[in-house]
């Protein structure tokens, strides 16, 4: 049973950073792709970043930049550094990894942005 858990969110004022971190357990080949997205009240779920087996990544334009994905391949972990973090980055942040038969969603992590 695959199992994906996030942790490092907070409350953070306007130009601060916060790293989250993702761990994904449970899939005999691992995870292709590891990413984050976040849903904001009211908005639809995003993609914020992500990042396959072999490195490539892909960032929405509104934290390119700002925001850093990383990620462990042996430890099927992906991190995501934010730096000067705005309001308008306050959501929930999910975690999501991907196999070859199907995807997976952490529970959520909140990240709330004071101006």
């Known amino acids: 049973q695959v199992h994906v858990v996030e942790s490092g969110g907070g409350l953070v004022q306007a130009g601060g950073s916060l790293r989250l971190s993702c761990a994904a357990s449970g899939s005999a080949f691992g995870f292709n792709a590891m990413g984050w997205y976040r849903q904001a009240p009211g908005k639809q779920r995003e993609l914020v970043a992500a990042m396959t087996r072999d490195g490539s990544t892909n960032y929405a334009g509104s934290v390119q930049g700002r925001f850093t994905i990383s990620r462990d391949n042996p430890k099927d972990t992906v991190y995501l550094q934010m730096t000067s973090l705005k309001p308008e980055d306050t959501a929930v942040y999910y975690c999501?990894?991907?196999?070859?038969?199907?995807?997976?969603w952490g529970q959520g992590t909140q990240v709330t942005v004071s101006s």
């Open positions: 999501n990894a991907k196999t070859y038969w199907g995807e997976y």
